[in-house]
């Protein structure tokens, strides 16, 4: 992968105004830039409104979905790296590049979602005799069970989501 949303100079900028951003601070530029490259793939993974910018412009020039044929659609799919930018989005918008800032903060601070997944459904641990109880009712936070780390990310994310219950069907030639 060869881009992020945002650049280590954004970041600072963010970071400048926001409390409690010392896992950010305190980092080496390399380790930043590492996150926020890990960041970047998490939210790729996410399944977002709309098409890819440049699926979106193949679709206009060939004149609608029903004008192309599926290797003009993964063509244009591979064309761009990254999900953003969107539609008639000729930039990435700042929001998915605020969620980039946040979820490299959470990183930086030693958030895994997996493990804070699995946590949840702990009810007691004990250390001599070494007894951990688990109670696998409990429901999982959503921004954890989508692999986000950090709750402030995922509510400037979810706007952009797809409804994961619509089931949308596209006739190619």
Same mark, same amino acid.
């Given at each position: 992968?060869?881009?992020?949303?945002?650049?280590?100079?954004?970041?600072?900028?963010?970071?400048?105004?926001?409390?409690?951003?010392?896992?950010?601070?305190?980092?080496?530029?390399?380790?930043?830039?590492?996150?926020?490259?890990?960041?970047?793939?998490?939210?790729?993974?996410?399944?977002?409104?709309?098409?890819?910018?440049? /699926?979106?412009?193949?679709?206009?020039? *060939?004149?609608?979905?029903?004008? +192309? !044929? =599926? &290797? $003009?659609?993964?063509?244009?799919?591979?064309?761009?790296?990254?999900?953003?930018?969107?539609?008639?989005?000729?930039? /990435?918008?700042?929001?998915?590049?605020? *969620?980039?800032?946040?979820?490299? +903060? !959470? =990183? &930086? $601070?030693?958030?895994?979602?997996?493990?804070?997944?699995?946590?949840?459904?702990?009810?007691?641990?004990?250390?001599?005799?070494?007894?951990?109880?688990?109670?696998?009712?409990?429901?999982?936070?959503?921004? =954890? &069970?989508?692999?986000?780390?950090?709750?402030?990310?995922?509510?400037?994310?979810?706007?952009?989501?797809?409804?994961?219950?619509?089931?949308?069907?596209?006739?190619?030639?």
């Amino acid at each position: 992968m060869t881009s992020m949303y945002g650049s280590i100079t954004k970041a600072n900028a963010y970071f400048l105004t926001r409390l409690h951003s010392e896992a950010w601070e305190m980092e080496n530029a390399t380790n930043q830039t590492k996150a926020l490259y890990t960041a970047t793939r998490i939210i790729d993974r996410l399944n977002y409104k709309g098409n890819k910018r440049s /699926v979106y412009l193949a679709v206009l020039a *060939a004149g609608g979905w029903d004008q +192309l !044929a =599926l &290797l $003009d659609i993964q063509v244009a799919e591979a064309a761009q790296e990254l999900e953003f930018p969107r539609d008639t989005d000729t930039t /990435v918008p700042v929001d998915i590049e605020t *969620a980039c800032f946040e979820i490299s +903060l !959470a =990183l &930086l $601070d030693g958030v895994d979602p997996d493990i804070e997944l699995e946590n949840l459904g702990v009810t007691n641990q004990s250390y001599s005799g070494v007894k951990t109880s688990y109670n696998r009712d409990q429901q999982p936070i959503e921004h =954890l &069970l989508h692999g986000i780390p950090s709750a402030m990310a995922w509510r400037i994310l979810k706007p952009f989501l797809r409804d994961g219950r619509a089931v949308i069907t596209v006739r190619v030639n």
